[in-house]
């Protein structure tokens, strides 16, 4: 099976502080993706990766950059962290777009 | 921006029953997906219907999807307990490479 581990189920933050969100898979997926999950607004596409130091904005990357420098690892990085990012973040990979994405368990960050 | 939204935002149903949920969407797609999350946990692919296909089956679910009225429903026949999630619709939009536009999802659960 297709594991997608993102690095911690819980983060605590302090306003203002640069936080690093890392995702790994490991079956050789080309594409990989962040998003960001709030109730009632569903999940919204911060950015996504078709290759290695590739990386595209999706539709909220506001705020937010991404770093992917192995195929393997995609990486969201919050510049300065503030409350309104308090959120569950996804990660999620895939082999190409006849396929389902394969999400990690995701990460609940808190600003505070 | 969303492009799936569910409807209804949430059901409540007894084991054995079916549960119904549909899907409505704005653009032309490629294929569209549903995803189910159990509380605080990753998204898991269900189920992938694509633009030429009008349904689909995988073990007790069932999928239709209506490029003409540009809907989609999912059943879940003979309710379990451990159905309870939510559920949600993705669409991978015709000119988007692949990236996935999610609803806010329907709230179902199952009572023994």
């Known amino acids: 099976d297709v594991k997608v581990t993102q690095s911690s189920r819980y983060l605590v933050k302090r306003t203002g502080e640069k936080v690093f969100l890392e995702c790994v898979q490991d079956?050789?997926?080309?594409?990989m993706f962040w998003y960001r999950q709030d109730p009632g607004l569903g999940l919204r596409l911060i950015y996504f990766?078709?290759?290695?130091?590739?990386?595209e904005k999706g539709d909220i990357p506001e705020g937010y950059s991404v770093s992917r420098e192995k195929k393997e690892r995609f990486s969201l990085i919050l510049e300065s962290a503030s409350t309104n990012q308090t959120s569950m973040y996804l990660c999620?990979?895939?082999?190409?777009?006849?396929?389902?994405?394969?999400f990690g368990s995701g990460t609940r960050l808190t600003v505070v | 921006s969303q492009q799936g939204e569910e409807d209804p935002q949430a059901l409540s149903i007894q084991e054995g029953e079916n549960a119904t949920m549909n899907c409505s969407y704005k653009?032309?797609?490629?294929?569209l997906q549903w995803y189910r999350q159990n509380s605080g946990r990753g998204l898991v692919h269900l189920i992938l219907?694509?633009?030429?296909?009008r349904e689909k089956h995988s073990g007790r679910l069932r999928v239709t999807l209506d490029t003409s009225k540009k809907s989609s429903s999912l059943l879940i026949t003979a309710s379990r307990a451990a159905d309870t999630a939510s559920y949600f619709c993705?669409?991978?939009?015709?000119?988007?490479?692949?990236?996935?536009?999610f609803g806010a999802g329907t709230q179902v659960v199952v009572t023994p």
């Open positions: 079956m050789d997926h080309e594409n």
């Open positions: 219907i694509r633009s030429n296909e």
């Open positions: 999620a990979s895939s082999q190409d777009r006849a396929y389902g994405y394969t």
């Open positions: 990766s078709y290759d290695v130091k590739m990386k």
């Open positions: 993705a669409t991978d939009e015709r000119d988007s490479w692949g990236k996935l536009q």
């Open positions: 653009t032309s797609i490629n294929n």
